[in-house]
Structure formats: structure tokens, C-alpha cells
């Protein structure tokens, strides 16, 4: 377990209304939030949206911080709930107002074909193609670096089922990747899932 003492005192000074403590948490943890949210989401706009309700929520509820993990991992998983919320919330929406074959291109739309900055097209259309626990968990385990345990935890499921998301968003994004015009390969991706 990492000690998370500063994390705790952060949060107490925090929650006691110190502006500074919050403009440290936000400049520590912005950038990555909002990364991660724009993965999950692919619209920029409904990230900025939610990385906002993170912190909203976040300061709300800084005192049940208890120190389990960094804050930075705390606010990831604010972060992802909120996601995987909205991409629930959005297709409610879509599955009341049309029918289900246009349902499938209107969530393609929605969530795999924005590029952003340094990320490939064709790597956000393939993202789109995973359901948001594949998303959350891939990004979580490839880009991130967490452990399946800590993956499991953030999504609130055993990490055996988070195993089998991991699993299964490769070999989708392997195939996606495959049958496009691009070369792109990426570390993690390629291979057998671990």
C-alpha cells in the first residue's frame, strides 16, 4: 500500500475550504482526468462536462477521502463512474427515440469517431467499438498501468470479470485495428492478454 499521509493532509486542508489545497489537487490531476474521460467518452466537449462533475463531486465528498489509495486514484474513480454514467444515460436516450438499427450507428457516432490531439482516428474508432467497462478497463490496465484488482475496484465488479473485459477489448481492438487502412501497432495491445 503507498502512503498516502500528504494525500490525507491535502484532503483535510481541503475540506477545511483552503483554496490552495484545491488548486494543487486540480493542477496535479487535470490533465489525466481529463485524458482519460475524453478515451471513455470521445466527445471533448462531454468530457470537459464531466471531468467539471468530477471535481464538483469530489469537493462535495473530499472529507469520506479516507486514504486507501493516492487522491489522484480517488478522483479516476469519480471520474470513470461518471463516464460510464453518461454513455448509459446516452444510450437510454437513444434506445427510447430510435429504432435499433439506427440505435447501433448512432452510438458509433457517438463514441468512436472523434480524434483528439495526438490520438489516431482510427484508434478512437476502435475504441468505440467496446462497450465502456472493455474502455474503462483497457485504458485503466494499458495506458495507466493498474492492476486488475485495482481496475476491478474502480468498476465495482470481481476481477476475474474484469480480466475477461481486459481480455476481450484487446482482441476487439485487434480486430478493429486489423481490418483497418492504418499500420498502427501499439505496446499492450498486441499479443496474447495477460
Known amino acids: 500500500m503507498q502512503d498516502c499521509r500528504a494525500d490525507i493532509e491535502l ?7 483552503e483554496q490552495g489545497s484545491w488548486r494543487r489537487i486540480y493542477d496535479a490531476t487535470c490533465d489525466r482526468l481529463s485524458s482519460i474521460l475524453f478515451c471513455l467518452v470521445g466527445n471533448r466537449d462531454e ?24 487522491l489522484e486514484v480517488w478522483l479516476r474513480i469519480i471520474a470513470i463512474r461518471k463516464a460510464l454514467d453518461w454513455r448509459r444515460t446516452v444510450l437510454r436516450r437513444i434506445k427510447r427515440t430510435v429504432r435499433l438499427s439506427e ?6 457516432a457517438v463514441s468512436g469517431t472523434i480524434s483528439a490531439g495526438s490520438v489516431s482516428p482510427s484508434l478512437m474508432t476502435a475504441l468505440g467499438k467496446l462497450s465502456p467497462s472493455q474502455k474503462a478497463t483497457l485504458i485503466l490496465r494499458e495506458c495507466e498501468g493498474w492492476s486488475f484488482a485495482e481496475v476491478a475496484r474502480a468498476l465495482g465488479c470481481k476481477e ?3 480480466r475477461v473485459h481486459h481480455a476481450k477489448a484487446r482482441e476487439r481492438m485487434r480486430l478493429v485495428l ?17
Open 11 to 17: 484532503a483535510r486542508r481541503a475540506a477545511s475550504g
Open 160 to 162: 476475474s470479470t474484469a
Open 103 to 108: 440505435t447501433i450507428a448512432a452510438v458509433d
Open 178 to 194: 486489423s481490418r483497418g487502412s492504418t499500420n498502427w501497432k501499439a505496446d499492450g495491445l498486441e499479443g496474447q492478454p495477460t
Open 47 to 70: 468530457a470537459l462536462d464531466l471531468l467539471q462533475e468530477t471535481y464538483l463531486q469530489a469537493f462535495r465528498h473530499i472529507d469520506r477521502y479516507r486514504g486507501d489509495a493516492p
